[in-house]
């Protein structure tokens, strides 16, 4: 019989294991005739000593040998292999609608979905007649049946679970009765099996999480494992080569005192050669004074010739007499050897040098500090914190790039096991600060510091195709949203959000026509923003939806506006009204104004932008008088800190202010970007003069790592991207 013909005569029951309740695996066929899962079989015998049909009762005395050889039947396997082939392939959709399917022709190979599908399959006098095999739409959707089938009554659903004798039961057996007879804790098996599952997930996701710290716990002993025999390594290196360099001085040493006594004993040879050569003279002459002495013996005549001989002897007398030999000969002139103390001291004592432990792990760099970028020339500091009792204070940090450049480190401590590393890097590229304690690295040493270029880094363009509603009107500010993007703001609804990449993320839509000029990110969550069109400020939650106004009626323009968080002052600046407005934030009520039209110290003529220092004091944009204006807290007049002129240091329709973390400032006037210290210092300018810059106003700092600062490019329509 062929499958297809096989599965009109057979229900997908068929083809379940009556043991285990599941598809067969590996089926086996009993003498009975029934069959089960091969694994099913070997655990009840195992179990029970014998093989008891569950179907039919009959028992089989079954060995490790009968059980290799039970066989299976053709047609299940071929069935189960036809099923196991249709749901791997089965597909999400009907072969000829989107419904999901739910039926296999296995002579169409089509997939067919409950509804008009399957109706016309069935109607269609050809095909009325195929054999259809019903798909498990549970694998399909996830769900899954917590039935189970009793193991006593196989046909039955197991609905109870004994707690008192942890067991389960359907309603024919018999120890469910005595169970209740004996007021056990009997309770619904689905309620047992989410008890159950419950508590087996609770453990596993216990264990899951053990995993993780245990895994985690391993790596770090791995890679401290890996650290430390780095380490061992480096310094038996270290030790060979201080053995082979003291081991060449000595010898060395060696050596010299080696010639040196050379030197001696060349002198001494010399020194003797020339006393044994006087020597062996005088004896020739004393020899030859005695031979002639024997021959004139008792020659009265010859006393001439004995005058000489008398002569002679006496200047050999006097030339051994005048010298003490055994002085000469012995003062000075035994060599003699004294060894070096100190080096029996020193290798006593200090040796080849000395083995230290440190427990660098008690190092860690802060996690913020591992990576980051930076800017050509920009100052940073690591911070590492300590768990050492008594903390040495030995750490050591140096900086170098793949080329081998390297640049100047400074470690100061802070007391309480805190220190700071301060670095700066003047050549762009990758760099890394090894941090030491002793001889080994630090947790989190190398630190990665990227260093990039200084200026223009990428301009945002084409604006106007993201705005849904006046996209003819130019951008009129930016401000760094809480998640890091870039909020660009215009005379329409649309706020539109942009990464730091350039890239379109989103756009925010107002539910009113408004002009927003500025935006303030305020600590509670809340925003800010100044709105040109109702002529008002406006508070508002993280999604522009607003929670009150402010100034409605006084104000005339609003541009610029901060505030002091301690105080909760909110400062506005007025481009009509030529002063700045201050509010209370919380309340709404008026406090006062700064300024009022003029040209005069403290006066002002169409100020744009409004910041405050870290005192509290308030600088001001006088755009009309070309120049910066500061006053303290309570709004007495302090400097000029900026004046009028073209050159750099000077502003000319000075349009954005904003301070920076380093409490520096950032102004951007008619066509430059420059950045001066808090006291109105020029430092250096931002941009350069092919920058494209025109009109630039509005300006926030996105980014301290590297200091970055985004500008509304008013002119131009686009968002221009500095490092600084």
């Given amino acids: ?57 009959q028992e089989h005395d079954l060995t490790k040998e009968d059980l290799k050889q039970l066989t299976s039947k053709t047609m299940i396997s071929q069935l189960l292999e036809y099923i196991k082939k249709t749901e791997e ?10 419904n999901q399917p739910a039926y296999h022709c296995s002579r169409c190979q089509l997939y067919l979905c409950r509804g008009q599908c399957f109706e016309c399959h069935e109607k269609i006098p050809t095909t009325k007649d195929h054999p259809l ?32 004798c942890n067991k389960s039961a359907c309603k024919q057996c018999e120890h469910i009765l005595r169970c209740y007879q004996k007021q056990h804790n009997v309770i619904p098996i689905s309620v047992a099996i989410d008890k159950f599952n419950e508590d087996a997930t609770e453990v596993f996701n216990l264990a899951k999480e053990m995993e993780k710290k245990l895994t985690k716990k391993l790596d770090f002993i791995k890679k401290d494992r890996l650290l430390f025999d780095s380490q061992i390594t480096l310094c038996t290196i270290a030790i ?43 004896l020739t002459q004393v020899n030859d004074v005695m031979t002639s002495i024997n021959t004139i013996m008792n020659k009265p005549e010859e006393t001439e010739t004995l005058g000489a001989h008398k002569t002679v002897i006496n200047a050999v007398r006097d030339k051994v007499l005048a010298t003490d030999f055994d002085k000469s000969f012995t003062k000075n002139s035994t060599p003699n050897y004294i060894p070096s103390t100190d080096l029996d001291e020193l290798m006593n004592t200090e040796g080849l040098g000395k083995i230290r432990t440190t ?53 100061e401590y802070q007391g309480s096991g805190e220190y700071r590393i301060s670095g700066r890097c003047n050549v762009e590229g990758d760099w890394q600060m090894k941090i030491t304690a002793g001889a080994a690295q630090i947790k989190g040493s190398p630190v990665n510091v990227k260093v990039e270029t200084l200026g223009l880094v990428l301009t945002i363009d084409n604006i106007s195709d993201f705005k849904e509603h006046q996209k003819n009107k ?3 500010g930016v401000e760094l949203d809480r998640d890091g993007c870039i909020l660009v703001l215009s005379a329409s609804k649309d706020i539109l959000k942009f990464n730091q990449s350039g890239s379109y993320v989103a756009r925010i839509q107002l539910l009113h026509d408004a002009q927003v000029d500025s935006v303030h990110q305020m600590a509670d969550g809340h925003m800010l923003y100044s709105d040109n069109f109702t002529k008002r400020v406006v508070m508002c939650d993280d999604k522009f939806q607003e929670i009150r106004s402010f100034g ?24 009509a009204a030529h002063c700045v407005f201050k509010f209370n934030v919380d309340d ?32 001001v944009v006088d755009f009309g008088n070309n120049r910066l204006q500061m006053f303290d807290a309570n709004d007495k007049f302090m400097r000029i800190l900026v004046g009028c002129g073209k050159e750099d240091g000077k502003v000319r329709g000075p349009h954005g202010v904003t301070m920076d973390m380093d409490e520096n400032i950032i102004v951007s006037s008619n066509d430059k970007l420059q950045l001066f210290d808090k006291n109105g210092v020029f430092i250096k300018r931002i941009d350069h003069e092919d920058d494209g810059l025109d009109i630039p106003a509005g300006i926030t700092v996105i980014s301290y790592r590297p200091r970055r600062v985004a500008v509304r490019n008013y002119g131009a329509n686009n968002v221009k991207i500095f490092n600084y």
């Fill in 1 to 57: 019989m062929s499958v297809s013909k096989a599965l009109e005569f057979m229900d997908k029951k068929d083809l379940e294991c009556a043991i285990c309740l599941n598809r067969f695996h590996q089926p086996k066929t009993l003498k009975c005739m029934h069959t089960y899962c091969l694994q099913c079989i070997e655990k009840w015998v195992e179990t029970h000593g014998k093989m008891k049909c569950p179907t039919c009762g």
């Fill in 89 to 98: 392939q089965k597909p999400t959709k009907c072969s000829f609608c989107d």
């Fill in 133 to 164: 095999y019903t798909l498990d739409i549970k694998e399909q959707d996830g769900s899954s049946d917590k039935t189970t089938k009793c193991p006593t009554h196989s046909n039955i659903t197991i609905e109870f679970y004994c707690c008192t």
């Fill in 240 to 282: 060979e080569i201080q053995e082979k360099n003291i081991i060449e001085k000595v010898q060395k040493k060696s050596k010299e005192l080696m010639l040196e006594l050379e030197e001696v004993s060349k002198e001494k040879k010399e020194h003797d050669d020339s006393h044994v050569r006087d020597i062996d003279l005088n």
């Fill in 359 to 411: 427990d660098s792990m008690k190092y860690e760099v802060a996690e913020d500090d591992e990576t980051f970028t930076v800017t050509k020339g920009e100052s940073f500091v690591v911070k590492v914190s300590s768990q050492a009792e008594n903390d040495e204070r030995q750490l050591a940090a140096t900086l170098i790039n793949p080329s081998g450049e390297k640049s100047a480190t400074d470690v």
């Fill in 474 to 476: 130019n951008i009129t």
């Fill in 552 to 575: 409605k009626g006084t104000i005339r323009n609003p541009w610029g506006l901060t505030v002091n968080r301690e105080t909760r002052v909110l400062y506005v600046a007025d481009y």
């Fill in 588 to 619: 709404g009520r008026m406090l006062g104004k700064i300024g009022s039209e003029g040209s005069k110290e403290i006066q002002m003529y169409k100020p744009e932008y409004v910041t405050l220092t870290k005192e509290g004091y308030v600088i």
